[in-house]
């Protein structure tokens, strides 16, 4: 991070297409103001599911989507509202918190709450998904400038070295920490910045390197910077 410290203290303001990125979240979050059908176990239900993937022209597999957990896209958003805490289970629905509210209204806020909640998790994972935003930003080029960096990394491995120099880890002669769950951390957190278009790949046929768009840029500063200027915990 230390190459980025000026601009993790200085944040990011939210992009022109803040409304257009946040579309997703937002429309999710307009559906539960009416109530999202869930089903006995409290995923989203397969019709809503269906008609999210068309608006959105959402993927699945299997093709048409079954359940919410065909679609990683709905996955992640749905993980994400409920770590806002704007939303919250009504019996068999899904229905909008007073802060989910206040929220669907207001794109500056809901920008800033979805920044706060990518990182409001536990101890491994908030530090898994700062060193992935933080490995990001070193990669991908800056809006301007010619001097930027457009290295292309392992984002797994070298998250793990990281991770495992900063002191997370096991006992052993493997003192890194577990491959498996650092990959299903950074899977997940991918999953939501590909849905909300934050990142997209420099040869999308053949799966080239993952780059942060302009958008994703300013939130990655965004998460960051609301992350080192948060009180601190003790663990």
């Given amino acids: 991070m230390w190459p980025l410290l000026g601009q993790i203290i200085a944040g990011a303001e939210p992009p022109p297409n803040a409304d257009e990125v946040l579309g997703p979240v937002r429309r999710l979050l307009g559906y539960a103001d009416e109530g999202i059908g869930l089903t006995q176990i409290g995923y989203i239900s397969p019709t809503m599911v269906r008609e999210l993937c068309t608006e959105f022209d959402w993927a699945s597999s299997p093709s048409p989507a079954r359940s919410e957990t065909d679609v990683m896209q709905l ?39 979805v920044a706060e909640s990518v990182l409001d998790t536990d101890g491994f994972e908030q530090a898994a998904t700062e060193t992935l935003l933080g490995l990001l930003l070193v990669s991908s080029p800056r809006p301007t400038g010619n001097h930027a960096r457009t290295d292309t990394i392992d984002i797994t491995s070298d998250a793990r070295r990281i991770l495992a120099e900063a002191g997370w880890g096991g006992e052993g002669t493997d003192c890194g920490p577990d491959t498996q769950q650092l990959q299903s951390i950074l899977i997940n957190a991918t999953w939501l910045l590909e849905t909300l278009g934050f990142i997209n790949h420099d040869r999308p046929n053949d799966g080239g390197p993952q780059r942060l768009t302009k958008a994703g840029r300013a939130f990655a500063l965004t998460a960051t910077h609301l992350s080192a200027t948060a009180p601190q915990t003790s663990l």
């Fill in 75 to 113: 996955i992640a958003l749905h993980k994400l509202l409920r770590t806002m805490r704007a939303v919250r289970r009504s019996g068999r629905r899904l229905v909008l918190t007073r802060r989910g509210r206040q929220l669907h209204g207001d794109t500056e806020a809901l920008w800033r709450a």
